[in-house]
């Protein structure tokens, strides 16, 4: 069955000239289509959007995207031929139309909560939500499942986990907010300190993932579809936006930003304050506004400070 209320061809055939659907080619894999999802998504029957070459061989080369939506641009220079592909000139807009149009999973509450966990009397726990053994969850927590929270691991006052972030995209005229319909998990002795807010998946049955041991800071904010790797220290008054990718070991250094789709590596050094819009080697160390090589933003700092700049 598919995952919108009527059969998706339907609903491209519908949009046709308001999305500027130019081209179908082998309709028939529609008939599979489950959901919406990155090029990446591992679920069965993915929707997804190839704004680039990249991102269209990504999706040819993923087996459970059924259907690729891309611009006439991308299309016209790229092939997959056991694939739907939907040639589209607002193909942006269509991808996000399709998200925000897929109806979501029925939620229920289904606490499953071990014995051993302590969980302060004011904290809000509601949806699916498995608390494991050794789980801390202080004053005022609200947590809103699908949310997995690994043995020991803490939860500290007024921390938000399962919310929806901000995610809003243009759509023939509306600014529409993006339904996020997948969950978080929250690693063995992680630690999300007090203000902390950590936004689920954008995709259904997919997680923004804390890694064991990661500490997320006072008042960091982690967008959706993050992934934050075993022993990493996210500093206080951070924001890592969606898609983000943090390293084992990494430090996050107080007031950093991470921009969209960045790839911190292991064991980097992101210095207080940093802007980062593109990758960060593993072992790599940053700092600035925006960030450069640690080292050379000292350079000219020091340079600097000698002219009286």
């Known amino acids: ?70 611009p006439s641009a991308v299309a016209s220079r790229e092939r997959a031929e056991d694939r739907t592909v939907v040639v589209c000139e607002q193909a942006d807009q269509l991808y996000h139309f399709l998200h925000a149009t897929q109806p979501a999973a029925t939620a229920e509450d289904a606490l499953d909560i071990d014995s051993t966990a302590s969980i302060d009397p004011s904290a809000v726990l509601r949806g699916a ?105 996210i500093s206080s008054n951070c924001v890592l936006a969606g898609r983000a990718r943090v390293g084992a070991r990494a430090w996050i250094g107080a007031s950093v930003s991470v921009s969209n789709m960045v790839e911190i590596g292991d064991d980097a050094d992101i210095r207080i304050g940093a802007v980062v819009i593109r990758d960060v080697p593993a072992k790599g160390e940053v700092s600035g506004n925006f960030a450069l090589a640690h080292a050379r933003n000292m350079k000219r700092f020091l340079k600097d400070s000698r002219h009286g700049a």
Request: with cysteine.
């Open 129 to 233: 939500v498995r608390v494991e053994a050794g789980v801390r969850i202080g004053p005022r927590a609200v947590i809103s499942g699908p949310v997995v929270i690994r043995h020991d691991a803490r939860i500290d006052a007024g921390a938000i986990i399962g919310c929806e972030g901000l995610y809003a995209k243009l759509v023939l005229g509306s600014r529409l907010h993006m339904p996020h319909y997948g969950g978080i998990e929250i690693g063995a002795g992680a630690f999300i300190h007090a203000g902390a807010v950590i936004v689920r998946s954008a995709v259904k049955g997919e997680a923004t993932r804390i890694g064991e041991r990661a500490h997320v800071g006072v008042m960091t904010n982690v967008g959706h579809d993050v992934e934050i790797g075993e022993a990493a220290t």
């Open 1 to 70: 069955m598919s995952g919108w209320s009527e059969k998706l061809r339907q609903v491209l055939e519908r949009g046709r000239d308001d999305f500027g659907i130019g081209e179908i080619r082998n309709p028939g894999r529609l008939d599979d289509a489950r959901q919406t999802g990155f090029v990446w998504t591992r679920q069965p029957g993915v929707v997804c959007l190839a704004a680039n070459r990249a991102w269209f061989t990504q999706a040819r080369d993923n087996p459970d995207v059924v259907a690729i939506i891309a």
